[in-house]
């Protein structure tokens, strides 16, 4: 299984950044993508999840209302639409897969990128 992100960048606050999780290797029948985040020295975080079957969609009260998960078979590729921006959401995003439901744990996700950052200027 290989994930890779990428969509990070500079922007300011009010802006709008799309991330993207593109994947491969996957021969999982019912799976979940998460997004998670991790600031510096802040430990990692939910942010978004969206389970690949029913494309059921979950999210932090942090990011509600402003970011959206969404996927798109034909690539298989998850996206994180990230909209009003505020400098707190400045982190490290990673995209993770889990066999099964959604969590919004990282430890029971099995699978990881790189991670892209994102910096958001007040």
């Known amino acids: 299984v290989q994930l890779v992100e990428s969509g990070g960048g500079l922007v300011q606050a009010g802006g709008s950044l799309r991330l993207s999780c593109a994947a491969s290797?996957?021969?999982?029948?019912?799976?979940?993508f998460g997004w998670f985040r991790q600031a510096p020295g802040k430990e990692r975080e939910f942010a978004a999840a969206?389970?690949?079957?029913?494309?059921?969609?979950y999210y932090a009260d942090s990011v509600k209302g402003r970011f959206t998960i969404s996927r798109d078979n034909a690539k298989d590729t998850v996206y994180l639409q990230m909209n009003s921006l505020k400098p707190e959401d400045t982190a490290v995003y990673y995209c993770?897969?889990?066999?099964?439901?959604?969590?919004?744990?990282?430890?029971?996700?099995?699978?990881w990128g790189q991670g892209t950052q994102v910096t958001v200027s007040s």
């Open positions: 290797g996957f021969t999982f029948d019912d799976y979940t």
């Open positions: 969206i389970t690949w079957s029913s494309s059921n969609t």
């Open positions: 993770a897969v889990r066999v099964g439901g959604s969590s919004y744990y990282p430890q029971d996700y099995g699978y």
